[in-house]
């Protein structure tokens, strides 16, 4: 006998944080072996904005998105995520900080024996006394919130599965539910879609546009396939040795201006199949 399509009674969601701008002036980031991340790179992303970062591998594309969420400390420059100072912070303070910024990884990062519930209630880590996450004591308004997550992106009905025994395009789908558990202002995806199909590519990029559409949230995807920046990305900036190369509108970004940002003429295989 098949699950129903919405194994749990789910009520109406919350409203929707108010989202978050992104400034970084002159910001450059050098790691300790003196690998410059980013170069003097000067941004301002209003909130609410959907922007894709594309570039190659080693362009700072990665560092950018670390960079915003704390995970990478800036060398030099200003870096503001809504109005807070992340260039310098505490541990507390950014901490504190990625409460409110969801994160999406290549790797889905999911606890493959858990089910996909476990993995979405994850999400409310920050904003869980550590006792309850300990027990799994989740409150009904957590699941609530995790149970919505799961419904946006189309998976509700696997809430009890393990998320091991998913495919890749719905363990991706998870991790974009355990990030919108947070309830966050601003959405960072680090290469979402370089190990899926096209078909399945196409999917989760559907789901984290409408996220930015529907809930205005502001989300910056890091992508290395030109033709997903054009289609999906409102705003694109192209990053090539640690530099802003190209900040524009994607849909108006030439062959030119990514062979500028790949500092070579495009193949194929810049180019998502069909």
């Known amino acids: 006998m098949s699950a129903p399509h919405h194994p749990v009674d789910v009520a109406a969601p919350a409203a929707a944080s108010t989202p978050w701008s992104i400034r970084l002036e002159e910001v450059t980031v050098r790691y300790p072996n003196g690998t410059v991340g980013l170069n003097r790179v000067s941004l301002d992303i209003a909130a609410g904005e959907m922007v894709a970062v594309v ?5 700072g594309k990665s560092t950018l998105i670390r960079t915003i969420n704390g995970l990478v400390p800036v060398t030099s420059g200003i870096l503001d995520v809504g109005g807070h100072r992340v260039s310098g912070a505490s541990p507390r303070t950014l901490r504190r900080l990625r409460g409110d910024i969801g994160m999406v990884f290549q790797s889905f990062n999911l606890a493959g024996r ?3 519930l476990q993995n979405v209630l994850v999400g409310r880590l920050a904003h869980t006394p550590l006792w309850r996450t300990l027990l799994g004591a989740y409150p009904e308004v957590d699941r ?4 919505h997550a799961l419904d946006r992106v189309g998976i509700l009905p696997k809430l ?3 998320a091991s025994d998913l495919s890749g395009g719905q363990q991706q789908r998870i991790a974009i539910a355990r990030a919108l ?3 966050p202002r601003v959405v960072l995806a680090d290469e979402p879609v370089a190990s899926l199909d096209p078909p399945t590519a196409h999917g989760v990029m559907n789901d984290l546009r409408r996220i930015n559409r529907d809930l205005g949230i502001t989300v910056l995807v890091n992508l290395h396939l030109l033709d997903l920046a054009r289609e999906y990305g409102a705003r694109m900036i192209g990053m090539r040795a640690g530099e802003v190369v190209y900040d524009g509108p994607a849909a108006g970004a030439s062959d030119a201006d990514f062979e500028s940002i790949y500092g070579r003429s495009l193949t194929a295989d810049d180019r998502l199949g069909a």
């Open 160 to 162: 009890h599965a393990r």
């Open 181 to 183: 558990a947070q309830e």
């Open 114 to 116: 858990a089910s996909v």
């Open 55 to 59: 570039g190659l591998s080693g362009s």
């Open 144 to 147: 609530q919130r995790a149970y």
